[in-house]
T-cell receptor, first 114, second 111 residues
């Protein structure tokens, strides 16, 4: 079990669908992250929210739209995805506890785009 | 963006120490080194981190060279459950919120 909860665990969607991934943490963390991981590759940073404001966008296509409604919740809205977007999407959180606060990861949502 | 290099794979006999190296030659003075591992289909699990002193916790030890250009993660008595991909990460210091994963080392613990 992890302290970062991601739902759903698995998602299959068509290229014309709109869906959302959800992430929740109750550790009082103030920074939340989205990573994308393709098979046999390391996680790639997508977005960072700090104190509910988007602080980093790693040039992610606009078909991925993040949202941070409050400090405990992080969403990733998906629209018009491509098959190559199929991947494991990981959420993480950390802080404030100092500049060395480690990331805590959820177990991810495995997304398949058909 | 990755600032670390690791060997792609390593084997270790069960019960022996596993020593996983990482090079981070461009690390800045206030950037921390973190180690995570990932078992298939799970999220990365935090192991340990450090700045310049050696660190030890219940899972592992972290040895950082004096010039901070490399480090070694030590699992003192490897078990089959330690088979995983191990990632060494340098946290970029400008915002404090950028953790970029290197390519990782796939460790196989052999019975």
């Amino acid at each position: 079990d992890t302290e970062v909860t991601q739902t759903p665990k698995h998602l299959v969607m068509g290229m014309t669908n709109k869906k959302s991934l959800k992430c929740e943490q109750h550790m009082g963390h103030r920074a939340m992250y989205w990573y994308k991981q393709k098979a046999k590759k390391p996680p790639e940073l997508m977005f960072v929210y700090s104190y509910e404001k988007l602080s980093i966008n790693e040039s992610v296509p606009s078909r991925f739209s993040p949202e941070c409604p409050n400090s405990s919740l992080l969403n990733l809205h998906l629209h018009a995805l491509q098959p190559e977007d199929s991947a494991l999407y990981l959420c993480a959180s950390n802080g404030p506890g100092g500049r060395d606060s480690p990331l805590h990861f959820g177990n991810g949502t495995r997304l398949t785009v058909t | 963006d990755a600032k670390t290099t690791q060997p792609p794979s390593m084997d270790c006999a069960e019960g022996r120490a596993a020593n996983l190296p990482c090079n981070h030659s461009t690390i800045s003075g206030n950037e921390y080194v973190y180690w995570y591992r990932q078992i298939h289909s799970q999220g990365p699990q935090y192991i340990i981190h450090g700045l310049k002193n050696n660190e030890t916790n219940e899972m592992a030890s972290l040895i950082i060279t004096e010039d901070r250009k490399s480090s070694t993660l030590i699992l003192p008595h490897a078990t089959l459950r330690d088979t995983a991909v191990y990632y060494c990460i340098v946290r970029v210091s400008n915002t404090g919120n950028q953790f970029y994963f290197g390519t990782g080392t796939s460790l196989t613990v052999i019975p």
